[in-house]
Structures are given as C-alpha cells and as structure tokens.
Nanobody, 120 residues
Framework: QVQLVESGGGLVQPGGSLRLSCAASGSAFSINAMGWYRQAAGKQRELVATITSAGGTMYADSVKGRFTTDIAKNTVYLQMNSLKPEDTAVYYC????????????????WGQGTQVTVSS
C-alpha cells in the first residue's frame, strides 16, 4: 500500500504563486510516474501535469509556462506561478507505482486533494 499526502494549498491573489507537495510513503514500492489533476466546482477532473521517474514532464496547455513539476525522494511538487482565478480547484496527485510482494503489481493511488483558491 502507498499513501499520498498533499499539502500547500490555500488562498492566493491573482498573479501569486503556490507550491504544492505530494509525499508518497509505504513499503516495497517504486514510482513509475506521478501526475497532478484538478477539479473545479461543477467541472470534470482534468490532467494538469505529469512527471516520470526519469524526470520527463508534460503540461496541459492551460498551465504551460506557468506551472512546473518536479520530483525528489518520493515527493512530487507542483510550482504554480502567475495564478489565475480559473486555476481555482481541488488539486489531486496520483501515483503510478509498482508494489513488490509475493507478486509485483502495478497500482495507482490518489492523494486526498488540496484546495487552491485564486481570488482578490
């Protein structure tokens, strides 16, 4: 089992910045990739960014040039700059992992979500 704990959300003014963290913990696992999703009130969940264990990244067009993601010691970060009101959402991290036990299996886990509100 893997637990993802998110932190760093809050209320910021337009143009401000936040840095979200998602820490993965557990035993006998390795991370293949991690992703950031967000879901605004009344809207569907959308993929924001992904990062592979090798460091390759992908960003949604809506955040490209403003957001960056990186990973270190089983913690993935989402640096959000030049925030806009339309960035307001609950942000979720997701981990694609291998679990090692009597058998090896590929699993996905979700963080609990952290609220980001961009408002003046």
């Amino acid at each position: 089992q893997v637990q993802l704990v998110e932190s760093g959300g809050g209320l910021v003014q337009p143009g401000g910045s936040l840095r979200l963290s998602c820490a993965a913990s557990g035993s006998a696992f390795s991370i293949n990739a991690m992703g950031w999703y967000r879901q605004a009130a009344g809207k569907q969940r959308e993929l924001v960014a992904t990062i592979t264990s090798a460091g390759g990244t992908m960003y949604a067009d809506s955040v490209k040039g403003r957001f960056t993601t990186d990973i270190a010691k089983n913690t993935v970060y989402l640096q959000m700059n030049s925030l806009k009101p339309e960035d307001t959402a609950v942000y979720y991290c997701n981990a694609d992992v291998f679990l090692f036990g009597v058998a090896t299996r590929r699993m996905h886990y979700w963080g609990q979500g952290t609220q980001v509100t961009v408002s003046s």
